[in-house]
């Protein structure tokens, strides 16, 4: 199976987004890539137990992408293994009347992970910078100061928000979070087969919105956003990384390895040991035990 180098995946300088791609040739079966999942997924396991007894860093996993991109069932496949105290996740959604009343990234802050845990989030911060600017209406909802009407969302209310978003990610890296954002890249066509399987399935109906059909119409407006704010905030402490994810398998793959990789880096992530005194008496709390 061919090689996953994590530099193929990273954004280190300006994109366009038209020449990303949406599929990746891992030269293997889709049996083949799922068995390596499984076995990536493992190792990833072992790390996230160690960095939950170790109690350093956290991991914060952000993915963004269109609608039928396949970000829960990435979810699913990629933390299989994990044990559940170490990993929370968070979809967020439209906003409540109660997040309304403070600041876009109060909801994001206080969800962040613990040290020694996994985050994940499943549509993020980034949606202030996305689903806001194509349909900047929403901004009035959030009853900011000196905004009275759409008109007043120029280009320089993006460019703070872009320097917020820089300055919250750079503020949790220093403090330990490492930091994984992940564009899922589906090509338009592959939305379509998408939308159409959860129509001609029964059992997949449940997931079909016409506000699906809504925002594809947006398509173009949508990668013009995405192209920006990743070339805004793509930096070596929160890096973006392009995932081909016309395949699932591959997608899912992608991402663990991608993940596995930068991790087993972290030299100084340890099970810690006991203390001299506790581990001198190994050998007698043994014999308490066996001679109960």
């Known amino acids: 199976m061919k090689d996953i180098k994590i530099e193929d995946f990273k954004i280190s300088s300006q994109i366009k987004i038209e020449d990303l791609p949406t599929t990746f040739d891992l030269e293997s079966s889709e049996k083949k890539i799922e068995k390596k999942l499984r076995k990536v997924s493992e190792d990833l396991a072992e790390i996230q137990n160690a960095m939950y007894a170790h109690g350093k860093y956290s991991v914060l996993f952000c993915i963004q992408g269109m609608d039928t991109a396949g970000k829960d069932s990435l979810i699913r496949e990629v933390f299989k293994e994990f044990n559940v105290r170490g990993i929370i996740a968070h979809s967020f959604k439209k906003p409540t009347n109660l997040e309304l009343k403070h600041d876009y990234l109060w909801r994001h802050v206080k969800a962040l992970p613990a040290r020694g845990k996994f985050g994940i989030f499943n549509r993020t911060h980034y949606e202030n910078v996305l689903v806001t600017r194509v349909h900047p ?144 008496k190994i050998d007698d709390y043994k014999a308490r035990l066996e001679n109960e």
Request: proline share 6%; net charge negative.
């Open 137 to 280: 209406e929403y901004l009035m909802s959030e009853n900011l100061p000196d905004i009275t009407s759409v008109k007043d969302v120029d280009d320089s209310f993006w460019e703070k928000r872009f320097n917020q978003i820089n300055n919250f990610e750079k503020h949790i890296a220093d403090n330990g979070t490492i930091i994984f954002k992940f564009f899922i890249n589906i090509s338009k066509e592959e939305q379509k087969n998408r939308l159409l399987r959860r129509l001609n399935k029964p059992n997949k109906n449940w997931k079909f919105s016409p506000d699906d059909l809504d925002e594809r119409e947006c398509w173009e407006s949508y990668q013009a956003c995405y192209q920006e704010a990743i070339n805004k905030t793509s930096k070596p402490h929160a890096p973006w990384y392009n995932l081909p994810a016309d395949d699932k398998p591959t997608a899912r793959y992608i991402v663990a390895k991608i993940l596995y990789d930068t991790l087993k880096e972290y030299t100084d992530i340890k099970e810690p040991e006991l203390p001299a005194k506790e581990k001198a």
